[in-house]
């Protein structure tokens, strides 16, 4: 055999094996979805086997008693607004530190840098205290507010980076031009910044949108559930009910799946840019 | 010259305040004072009652918590294995998947999918899987391996999280190292063929150096999520059986929101705050004096 031939054929065993690999990765969701559609005595006696019918009234109602529009609708607004908030604060900031090189700027930044390692375990409790002082609980703003604070010391550090690389030629002839400060940070950064943004939003997305422990610390009302404190709830009180379960953890995923497919190409730029000035 | 400085003041507010009045009341707030609440008695009831107790918390959580050193101990282990098995997964992913395969875009889509769902929700579908889909694989096959009590015993609940655990991050690791692998300069590796290098001397002498600043990275990202976990042992193990998988971060929730004993559980939030920021530097520190330059 020549050495071309030997390596097409190492070639096609490494994609075999890589295929069985990925086969292995998938067969939760294929349990996942196989038996959510099963009754519960059909799930009980096996769940290997494809369903023999299709009980689709499983998923009405986990629709139904987790609330799931509810939940959606609020897991959305959340992560709308706490990224287009923390993108454009952040945005601010770091163009803010990186053209006014004082020290005062120069000791915050260091600030944010030290706060990336803090576990988030590791201050919850007092914020607990702190935010039901100042009226943050069981309020979407207030956890909005809470997902600024946490939020801005990775994205103001990933602006950071990119700002640093930007020309400085291209704000002074806008000033030139007659703009001030701030329509030239509008007008002209800002579209400049195009592409850490979609970093920021993808990783600050992802975080956000799958976060439980904060929601569930300042949220109490039931009406203001995200999907993940739902599903919690929801298994509190249907242990071991697996045929309203594991609908429900179908519909708990399906969005962010469906996102990630959508938007797989800037995910994967978005975790590499960031791994990169991280 | 005054309206200069004044406008440079506002601007200065302008840019850098908010983002900053968030991160102190959110951060930077908490910390501190939780740093002052890890010396006192605080139960929660009211603040009339926190009276300082110097450091009696950090007495009573050396000398007689063991159920802290058993969750000390428990997360160690965790991430030692943890991070070691999803690195070298996630390396192995991405140094195949940069060759030439056909199904490679789909490939990744695949490895890479478990990272987008919370560990909430993954705990909770894994937990079926190990009660009843593992246990239907072994009536069917025989298997032993399958028709283990998975998250009944110790041992096995163990490993239960550290497979969750892998197969949740692998994928994400595997995306920076894809990245690292595309960025090896291709005249090098072919330099070091016309030189009849082998592959394996290749891969270990060309690429590995090369590819270090990602290890830094993946590393760190892996220590730092498994050293934090709490989401997925939640909702996969709640910390059982016996309390035999309940992680650092679950202890000191315990302690704060179901025994009230607030001072003890910021006291235990300081400590791990002390112990996640001494590892991650340490780490960073060494692996980065083992990067180089192409």
């Known amino acids: ?278 | 010259m005054q309206r200069k400085k004044m406008s440079r003041l506002i601007q200065q507010t302008v840019f850098v305040g908010p983002s900053a009045l968030f991160f102190i009341l959110i951060v930077l707030v908490p910390f501190l004072l939780g740093i002052y609440y890890s010396f006192t008695n605080w139960n929660g009831v009211g603040s009339s009652e926190i009276k300082w107790v110097g450091l009696d918390n950090f007495k009573q959580i050396f000398m007689h918590d063991t159920k802290f050193r058993d969750a000390f101990w428990f997360t160690v282990k965790f991430t030692v294995l943890g991070v070691v098995l999803t690195n070298v997964l996630g390396f192995v992913l991405g140094y195949l998947l940069t060759k030439p395969l056909k199904t490679r875009n789909a490939l990744r889509t695949i490895f890479f999918m478990p990272n987008v769902i919370g560990g909430l929700l993954l705990g909770f579908i894994w937990q079926f899987i190990f009660v009843k889909g593992f246990a239907s694989v072994g009536k069917a096959t025989g298997l032993s391996f399958f028709s283990l009590p998975w998250l009944g015993t110790e041992n096995t609940a163990f490993w239960a999280i550290v497979i969750v655990f892998v197969w949740q991050t692998a994928g994400y690791l595997m995306v920076i190292y894809i990245s690292s692998f595309n960025n090896v300069p291709k005249d090098i590796l072919e330099a070091a063929e016309i030189d009849g290098a082998s592959r394996g001397q290749v891969l270990r002498s060309i690429i590995i150096p090369l590819v270090m600043p990602a290890v830094t990275v993946c590393l760190f990202l892996a220590i730092s999520w498994s050293f934090k976990m709490f989401d997925l042992n939640l909702s996969l193990t709640k910390g059982g059986p016996f309390g035999s998988t309940e992680s650092v971060a679950m202890n000191i929730y315990n302690e704060a929101f179901a025994n009230n004993r607030l001072g003890l559980g910021t006291a235990k939030a300081v400590i791990f705050f002390a112990v996640v920021a001494i590892i991650t530097s340490l780490q960073v520190k060494f692996t980065k004096s083992k990067e180089v330059e192409a």
């Open chain 1, 1 to 278: 055999m020549n050495t071309a031939s030997k390596s097409r054929v190492s070639t096609l065993l490494i994609e075999l094996l890589l295929i069985i690999v990925a086969l292995l990765f998938l067969v939760p969701f294929y349990f996942l979805f196989v038996n959510s559609v099963k009754t519960f005595s059909e799930l009980l006696t096996n769940s290997a086997s494809l369903p023999t019918s299709f009980e689709w009234s499983n998923y009405t109602r986990a629709w139904n008693i987790t609330k799931f529009p509810t939940a959606f609708g609020n897991s959305l607004i959340i992560t709308v607004f706490s990224n287009l908030l923390l993108a454009f604060f952040s945005a601010m900031a770091a163009y803010q530190m990186v053209r006014r090189d004082i020290r005062f700027n120069r000791i915050l930044f260091a600030v944010y840098v030290a706060a990336m390692v803090i576990p988030f375990q590791s201050i919850m409790i007092p914020l607990v205290k702190v935010t039901s002082t100042v009226g943050l609980t069981d309020s979407i703003p207030g956890l909005i507010i809470c997902y600024l604070g946490f939020g801005i010391p990775l994205s103001v550090f990933l602006f950071h980076g990119f700002i640093k690389s930007i020309p400085l030629e291209i704000e002074e002839a806008a000033v030139v031009d007659g703009s001030n400060v701030y329509g030239v940070f509008i007008r002209v950064v800002f579209p400049l910044l195009k592409p850490i943004f979609v970093t920021v939003i993808i990783l600050n997305t992802l975080w956000i949108w799958n976060d439980y422990l904060l929601p569930s610390l300042i949220l109490q009302s039931p009406e203001l559930r995200t999907i993940p404190i739902a599903t919690f709830a929801f298994f509190g009180q249907f242990t071991k009910q697996w045929d309203l379960a594991l609908p429900a953890l179908v519909l708990g995923i399906l969005p962010v799946i469906i996102f990630f497919l959508a938007m797989q190409k800037y995910i994967v730029e978005g975790i590499t840019q960031g791994a990169v000035k991280g």
